[in-house]
């Protein structure tokens, strides 16, 4: 408990602005129908926007984040790079077992007859494996990863302000309903806070991962 607290005063401002973000969202859940608060978003479109959230969700892509992860690993520092991989990976893994677990539809598999369903000609619609959003998983994972591990800790709210974008580009794209969002969201940040305590516990009592391993172990 302490070092959670202490983990959040050292990041007041990232997770003041996480949580509005998390209470927006969960007012939306919580006061309307799962179907009403995907049509809410996903009908209020333009052309402009359907561009722009086209890209911006790529912002949780799998290959952005690796990517990402290379570029600071080489050009910033190793330890954000491995940060970044490390969380993309747990998180990533653990939200493909609640992906296969849960086994939910997507909004194309019961609301694409909606003539309020807007559809974006370029964008293919998944419509299995629904919740969480794996999007939105590795962007908040990417963003909260930001917020701690690098000292300027504008660049952690930059990257906040687009794991926001990337998770409501999720339900105006189509994809997924703002519960799987929802808990996308929390989920990323979560595994980043647990890396990034285990990385303090082990850094304060000096434990290396030699002293981890087996006697007469090599690499």
């Given at each position: 408990?302490?070092?959670?607290?202490?983990?959040?005063?050292?990041?007041?401002?990232?997770?003041?602005?996480?949580?509005?973000?998390?209470?927006?969202?969960?007012?939306?859940?919580?006061?309307?129908?799962?179907?009403?608060?995907?049509?809410?978003?996903?009908?209020?479109?333009?052309?402009?926007?359907?561009?722009?959230?086209?890209?911006?969700?790529?912002?949780?892509?799998?290959?952005?984040?690796?990517?990402?992860?290379?570029?600071?690993?080489?050009?910033?520092?190793?330890?954000?790079?491995?940060?970044?991989?490390?969380?993309?990976?747990?998180?990533?893994?653990?939200?493909?077992?609640l992906?296969?677990?849960?086994?939910?539809?997507?909004?194309?598999?019961?609301?694409?007859?909606?003539?309020?369903?807007?559809?974006?000609?370029?964008?293919?619609?998944?419509?299995?494996?629904?919740?969480?959003?794996?999007?939105?998983?590795?962007?908040?994972?990417?963003?909260?990863?930001?917020?701690?591990?690098?000292?300027?800790?504008?660049?952690?709210?930059?990257?906040?302000?687009?794991a926001?974008?990337?998770?409501?580009?999720?339900?105006?794209?189509?994809?997924?309903?703002?519960?799987?969002?929802?808990?996308?969201?929390?989920?990323?940040?979560?595994?980043?806070?647990?890396y990034?305590?285990?990385?303090?516990?082990?850094?304060?009592?000096?434990?290396?991962?030699?002293?981890?391993?087996?006697?007469?172990?090599?690499?």
């Amino acid at each position: 408990m302490i070092r959670l607290r202490k983990l959040y005063l050292a990041n007041r401002t990232f997770f003041t602005y996480f949580f509005l973000w998390y209470f927006l969202v969960s007012s939306i859940i919580f006061s309307l129908s799962k179907q009403d608060a995907f049509l809410l978003t996903n009908s209020a479109h333009h052309p402009f926007l359907d561009y722009f959230f086209t890209i911006i969700t790529q912002f949780g892509d799998g290959l952005f984040v690796i990517a990402i992860a290379f570029i600071c690993f080489f050009l910033m520092s190793k330890r954000l790079g491995i940060a970044i991989a490390t969380t993309y990976i747990t998180s990533g893994l653990f939200c493909s077992l609640l992906k296969r677990s849960f086994d939910l539809h997507r909004p194309a598999y019961t609301l694409q007859s909606d003539p309020d369903f807007h559809v974006i000609s370029w964008t293919p619609l998944a419509q299995h494996n629904a919740f969480p959003s794996g999007h939105t998983t590795s962007a908040f994972a990417l963003a909260t990863t930001f917020a701690l591990f690098c000292k300027n800790k504008k660049l952690g709210l930059i990257a906040l302000l687009l794991a926001c974008l990337t998770g409501y580009s999720r339900v105006y794209l189509g994809q997924h309903y703002w519960d799987d969002v929802w808990f996308g969201s929390m989920l990323g940040l979560s595994f980043s806070c647990l890396y990034y305590l285990s990385f303090s516990y082990y850094l304060e009592n000096n434990i290396s991962f030699k002293s981890l391993s087996p006697p007469n172990f090599k690499i």
